[in-house]
């Protein structure tokens, strides 16, 4: 295996992981698979034979590391030294309280914190700052994630929820990454447990009022079936399910209109989705049916006044349309914002006299606001809506919570040289007020930066649209320049360029970054995400190969200079690319990556396939099994040489399990033809997320930069790197 080793002493290495064949024969439809690794599947994550294979991988992957120990250590130095540890979020009021997060030196997690609003009669305003100093109301610290997390390995709260009178909070932690919750009530005050906690619940919570609250369990492979009512002061077995979704396609989520006088239980598959209210008031009422179950018809709700304000989308109008019916007639519906072939409608956010529509053109986010009629005042189609302008090219724009009762809207921005900046927006006047800046310590210039979009024709004339970031400085353009090439492609998600400090130690390095806007996203419309699924998935491959041809193309790069980098959905991507066209690439990068695609989607008992059959197809049907079989990443390793190869795993990881990208290595080793690097980290306390501190998160950044800089022989000797 050639690796090289920057170091004057070489201990000797470990051999190179070789696991054990066992045959396994699976027939169906007439063709025969044959998986000698099926035994690395290990539910119980116990098998002494299995950790023991997976700790070899992990000690050949630090071995073949460790001469460029030196490297890594100052990749995630520099990683770290633009962080300013000890920092605040932007305080959100709710009520009389200012609510924000707190970091401090050196600590991985952070404190949720609260002060009082002064005066706390004070009407909100885009000029809203929170008074720190000494006069100004002392800071209360409700948690500190950091005490909890002492115990832990991994921790992680996945809910931090107030009670509407400010005075308890229901907090969901997990501490093993595997996302089966424990729910704890606490005074926001004292800190005093309310009552027993609530076990094995999903992270989606609400108040339910003051005295109960709405959560969700899940079935034994882990899809959310069951909502339940707990009233404060009672123990979780005399809870009452006020919903049992019985359809293995369905899961449940939950969802608080903004008012806080509804929630909305949403039941929902990858094609169809119908919601449950319940009133906050009386919530001894239960569920009352919204929208009802129509197959291909997908709804979400939200309230204002005597109106229930409905998203739809169906596959007439599958960029959905903005519909409002009254609270006492929910049959009867008003087209408040008709469909639109180029615009697709992605989110609703109301306010008392406003709604805000989150939409997309162009691959593009827009953010238009439009005034709403007073209550009571008849409500018909909006005209006029107000957009708001961003300044890059290609950017982010997420909600944030904002106040139901004003005229400000809250939201986030990015873009792939600007860092995460939190804007208040005064939906009256227009004036937009910047509340807070991620800050970037060091020598960081946003100018030295150039983000574009740029187009690349995928085989079948398709234009794709590719977001790129570089230092104008250092970059030739002339296809000497090492590029990192990021996808995913799958589930409508639309990876929008944000920003990233920890990227910054490759773009400082003569990196360009790219992420391709491929078919199976969201980017493009509902279209978009159509044209990559089910049997048309090959498109988000072929559409992949086509952004690094043109970058090869038009001298971004050349193959020698060019890696590539996918996680889950995204690392199936990878693999399936690999096999397709490994002589493309000089390196990739696969993170938990989702590739024993009909092996898994053949079995029930694994969390996620049923719900997952929409996405993907159902192979127990001909057709859909010998196309997915047809790309499947495991199914179609050849005898072939590949590039230097980087895969992650968690072994709690409830989404893709460990032994897919474990198979995935072994089928590689055994088969491929070449001398490349092939490595294998799989985290043995952690999940799909990986590591759940701030720093440890960064120390693995700083260990897969490290890899590429390796991989394209970008390692500088041991005293430039010191010097």
């Not at 909305?264 to 119908?274: A, I, L, R, Y």
């Not at 499947?632 to 895969?647: F, G, T």
Request: glycine letters at 6%; charged letters at 25%.
């Amino acid at each position: 295996m050639a690796a090289t080793i920057e170091s004057s002493y070489s201990p000797a290495p470990p051999p190179v992981p070789a696991a054990k064949k066992v045959k396994h024969e699976m027939e169906l439809f007439g063709d025969v698979r044959i998986d000698n690794y099926y035994w690395l599947r290990d539910d119980s994550r116990s098998s002494p034979e299995v950790l023991s294979y997976l700790q070899a991988e992990n000690a050949y992957t630090d071995f073949i590391m460790s001469g460029t120990k030196h490297l890594e250590d100052q990749i995630y130095a520099d990683m770290r030294g633009r962080i300013k540890e000890d920092d605040i979020s932007a305080p959100v009021r709710r009520g009389a309280y200012y609510y924000y997060k707190r970091t401090l030196e050196g600590k991985e997690y952070v404190q949720h914190c609260r002060r009082l609003v002064s005066p706390v009669e004070a009407l909100p305003s885009v000029y809203d700052t929170m008074p720190t100093g000494p006069d100004a109301p002392h800071e209360h610290v409700i948690l500190d994630e950091n005490t909890k997390a002492q115990e832990h390995a991994y921790y992680s709260i996945g809910a931090f929820k107030v009670s509407p009178n400010n005075k308890l909070v229901a907090y969901a932690e997990d501490t093993k990454g595997d996302e089966i919750y424990t729910v704890y009530i606490i005074d926001a005050e004292t800190r005093t447990p309310v009552g027993k906690p609530l076990v094995r619940i999903t992270s989606d919570l609400e108040w339910a009022g003051n005295e109960a609250l709405l959560y969700i369990t899940m079935d034994e492979v882990l899809r959310p079936d069951k909502v339940w009512l707990h009233k404060l002061g009672t123990d979780q077995s005399s809870d009452s399910c006020l919903y049992h979704e019985k359809d293995d396609m369905f899961s449940l989520g939950l969802q608080a209109s903004e008012s806080k006088q509804f929630l909305f239980v949403e039941s929902g598959s990858k094609n169809t989705g119908f919601i449950f209210y319940l009133d906050v008031s009386k919530p001894e009422g239960g569920l009352t049916v919204l929208t009802p179950r129509l197959d291909g018809i997908d709804t979400s709700a939200s309230h204002r006044g005597n109106h229930f304000y409905i998203k739809r989308r169906s596959n007439e109008y599958f960029n959905s349309e903005v519909l409002a019916c009254p609270l006492d007639n929910v049959s009867t519906m008003t087209v408040l914002i008709p469909h639109r072939e180029s615009v697709k409608i992605q989110k609703i956010q109301l306010f008392s006299d406003h709604l805000v529509v989150y939409e997309r053109e162009n691959g593009l986010p827009k953010v238009t606001v439009y005034r709403l009629p007073a209550v009571g005042e008849p409500l018909t189609s909006l005209q006029g809506g107000q957009t708001i302008d961003f300044l890059d090219p290609v950017y982010t724009v997420d909600p944030s919570e904002s106040q139901f009762s004003s005229s400000i809207l809250r939201f986030s921005y990015s873009s792939l040289r600007t860092p995460r900046s939190v804007y208040d927006y005064d939906m009256r006047t227009g004036i937009s007020v910047l509340k807070k800046i991620e800050t970037v310590l060091g020598d960081f210039d946003a100018s030295k930066y150039i983000t574009e979009r740029k187009w690349a024709n995928a085989s079948d004339g398709t234009q794709i649209p590719l977001s790129i970031v570089y230092r104008k400085d250092l970059v030739k353009l002339d296809g000497s320049d090492p590029l990192l090439l990021y996808g995913y492609g799958s589930y409508e998600i639309c990876i929008d360029p944000s920003f990233k400090a920890s990227r910054l130690s490759l773009l400082d390095r003569g990196f360009i970054f790219a992420i391709a806007h491929i078919r199976g996203g969201g980017e493009m419309g509902r279209q978009w995400y159509e044209n990559g699924k089910l049997l048309k998935k090959r498109n988000t491959f072929t559409d992949f190969i086509a952004c690094a041809e043109y970058l090869i193309e038009m001298k971004f790069c050349s193959k020698e200079k060019l890696c590539i980098q996918g996680g889950s959905a995204g690392g199936l991507l990878i693999g399936a690319v690999l096999n397709m066209r490994p002589d493309l690439f000089k390196a990739a990068v696969t993170r938990v990556p989702f590739v024993d695609v009909v092996t898994t989607m053949l079995d029930p008992s694994i969390p996620l396939t049923t719900s997952e059959w929409e996405e993907w197809g159902d192979p127990r049907k001909e057709e859909f099994y010998f196309y997915m079989k047809s790309y499947s990443p495991v199914d179609n390793i050849k005898a072939q040489n590949y590039p230097k190869i980087l895969v992650t795993a968690g072994l709690n990881d409830p989404r893709v399990m460990y032994s897919e990208p474990a198979k995935f290595v072994a089928k590689l080793r055994d088969m491929k033809m070449d001398d490349n690097v092939l490595l294998f980290k799989c985290e043995l306390g952690a999940g799909h997320f990986s590591k759940s501190g701030r720093f440890e998160k960064l120390k693995e950044d700083a260990f897969v930069d490290t890899f590429i800089l390796k991989a394209l022989n970008m390692v500088p000797t041991l005293g430039r790197v010191q010097s």
